[in-house]
């Protein structure tokens, strides 16, 4: 199965689609007049050859994973103004991106607080409705109890008469 298109074509495709900035793949394709799902197959499988594009996509500050953005924030954590936008410039991030990744990480800490104290709620809840229901088979056993008494008394007196 030949492709419609020429291979030049889907390289400068890529290279576009690649250098967007912050349109969407969509509006690329719309504006190459090919089918967006089509550019999506071609950045997926295909690798950009040309000399001025990035031989592959760089990765976006929401495609660093936890672990990243901590290793991140750990590297530049003592750095000066200077010595930090060299850094993420190097990295392809800003700066912003740090402060936000260390926000959420600071409230990831603080979230666990509140756990605890859920967690106590209901280990409260529990221990009451435990205790509810020791009082409700105790009651249960003594209404039991007193039913077999109750039927041995009846056979006891139907006996004697």
């Known amino acids: 199965m030949t492709s419609k298109y020429p ?3 889907i390289e400068q495709a890529l290279v576009k689609a690649y250098s967007r900035g912050h ?9 190459l007049k090919v089918n967006h799902h ?8 295909k690798v950009v050859t040309d000399k001025d594009a ?14 990243e953005q901590f290793a991140a924030l750990r590297a530049t ?12 410039r190097g990295h392809g991030i ?9 926000t959420a990480f600071c409230a990831e800490v603080k979230e666990p607080a ?6 106590r709620t209901l280990k409260d809840k529990v221990a009451k ?16 109890a007193l039913l077999i008494l109750q039927k041995k008394f009846r056979a006891l007196w139907e006996d004697e008469e």
Request: aromatic share 10%.
């Open 7 to 9: 291979e030049a074509f």
């Open 23 to 31: 349109r969407s793949i969509k509006s690329v394709a719309e504006d």
């Open 38 to 45: 089509t550019l999506k197959y071609w950045m997926k499988n």
């Open 54 to 67: 990035p031989a592959a996509r760089e990765k976006r500050p929401q495609d660093w994973t936890a672990a």
């Open 77 to 88: 954590s003592g750095l000066s103004d200077e010595a930090l936008q060299a850094w993420c």
């Open 94 to 102: 800003f700066p912003h991106h740090l402060t936000s990744w260390e």
């Open 114 to 119: 509140t756990g605890v104290r859920e967690m």
């Open 129 to 144: 409705l435990e205790r509810e229901i020791v009082r409700k088979n105790g009651a249960l056993a003594e209404a039991a």
